[in-house]
């Protein structure tokens, strides 16, 4: 088992044995596009992304390292289970139902979700809360410009998120390691932060569907549990809504999981990561607050005690 019960990393886990293979079949002569197919499909057009200074000077990990190393439980636990089974999800058309404390509810088409939106390519760093992390330039845009769309009510206090939920295309809801459909949520102010974005692509191409196509959320100063993918709906409430580990085992799992160093989970120490990549070497570094973003969120937390509210 594996996904957010973490493992000791083996070497098998940075070289995963799907990237290898994809590699090999790459080699082989193109049967590499069948793995890859979310990617080289025909809606593989390159998206006009604005670059940003978002993440300069980091150094993204490789495409393969992104799109075969996954944890998207709906297609199964282990790490190379969405990359072989992510291709059965359908993701045209696609649509959000916005509902809740919002002045225009209803089903956004993605056409209505990108309408008027400016993609940005933004380079973040994203950890894991089972420890290991990647830097990943995904294309985007703020989710408070969707919300905005939407007209946020007074009253509203929480965004409630959930992915979708179709057992004819995803065989990992067969098995009940969480409880279906996946659900996560951010207090308002954390939704509106402009760090927080939708995702609907990266290294400037549609979403792979392993990564959470056609549309994720990415809040890179959380764990990467937070950060839903494959959004059906957006609920904009008034208490704390359920979200997926959490009910799973709340002591594990905190409604804020924001990366933080001093408060290890249960079971391991939050203290180092490991970059995915570079096989047995692959780098160790310190956990950073915030997962270096404490300059631009802390705000959001003063006063709080963030290990209580982990
Ligand atoms: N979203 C859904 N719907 N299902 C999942 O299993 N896994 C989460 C998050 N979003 C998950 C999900 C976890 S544990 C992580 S670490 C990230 O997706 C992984 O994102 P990546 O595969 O793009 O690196």
Not at 132 to 151: C, I, N, Q, T
């Amino acid at each position: 088992m594996s996904g957010c019960f973490k493992e000791d990393l083996t070497w098998r886990d940075v070289t995963p044995k799907a990237a290898w293979l994809n590699r090999r079949q790459l080699i082989a002569g193109g049967a590499g596009a069948l793995a890859m197919g979310s990617i080289v499909g025909p809606a593989a057009a390159s998206l006009n992304a604005v670059k940003t200074d978002y993440g300069a000077g980091l150094d993204p990990n490789p495409l393969e390292d992104i799109t075969s190393y996954n944890n998207f439980y709906e297609f199964g636990t282990g790490k190379g289970d969405p990359v072989q089974n992510a291709h059965m999800l359908t993701t045209e058309p696609w649509s959000i139902e916005i509902d809740g404390l919002v002045d225009n509810p209803g089903t956004y088409s993605m056409e209505d979700v990108l309408e008027g939106v400016t993609l940005e390519e933004r380079i973040y760093r994203f950890r894991c809360v089972e420890t290991w992390s990647m830097v990943v330039p995904w294309v985007g845009f703020e989710l408070a410009d969707l919300l905005g769309k939407a007209g946020v009510q007074d009253g509203a206090r929480y965004v409630a998120f959930e992915t979708a939920y179709r057992p004819e295309e995803m065989p990992g809801v067969r098995s009940r390691v969480i409880e279906w459909p996946y659900r996560e949520g951010l207090r308002l102010d954390e939704a509106m932060h402009p760090l927080t974005i939708l995702a609907t692509g990266l290294y400037g191409e549609p979403m792979p569907k392993q990564n959470g196509a056609p549309i994720r959320l990415v809040v890179p100063w959380k764990y990467g549990y937070k950060s839903i993918k494959s959004i059906v709906r957006i609920s904009l409430v008034r208490e704390q809504p359920p979200t997926a580990w959490n009910m799973y085992s709340a002591r594990e799992y905190g409604f804020f999981s924001n990366v933080n160093p001093n408060r290890d989970h249960p079971r391991w120490s939050q203290k180092f990561e490991r970059r995915i990549g570079g096989g047995l070497f692959s780098k160790k570094f310190e956990t950073l607050m915030f997962n270096g973003y404490e300059e631009e969120v802390a705000g959001l937390y003063e006063g709080m005690d963030l290990i209580k509210n982990h």
